[in-house]
């Protein structure tokens, strides 16, 4: 799904919501253990030199590597 939101392109300090991953179960449940899981906010925190984000998720500071955050599909979240 081409329209689809993914967190390698959501700008830094902007909270999202997670609606699925696109990944390999193997890669899935690794992140899943980590908090990772759909209805989740994230929010990434700044961009590592080599590219890749660290992101804040429900209260847990992640690295992820950059093609991993291209397979997360996020939503905005609405400004409450």
């Known amino acids: 799904m081409s ?21 390999p179960e193997e890669q899935a449940r690794s992140l899943m253990e980590r908090g990772v899981l759909p209805g989740c906010r994230m929010c990434p925190l700044r961009v590592s030199p080599s590219g890749d984000p660290v992101v804040l998720v429900d209260g847990t500071v992640l690295a992820l590597r950059r093609e991993l955050a291209r397979c997360l599909c996020v939503k905005t979240t609405d400004p409450a």
């Open 3 to 23: 329209d689809d939101l993914r967190l390698a392109q959501v700008p830094i300090r902007k909270t999202v919501e997670l609606v699925r991953m696109e990944l």
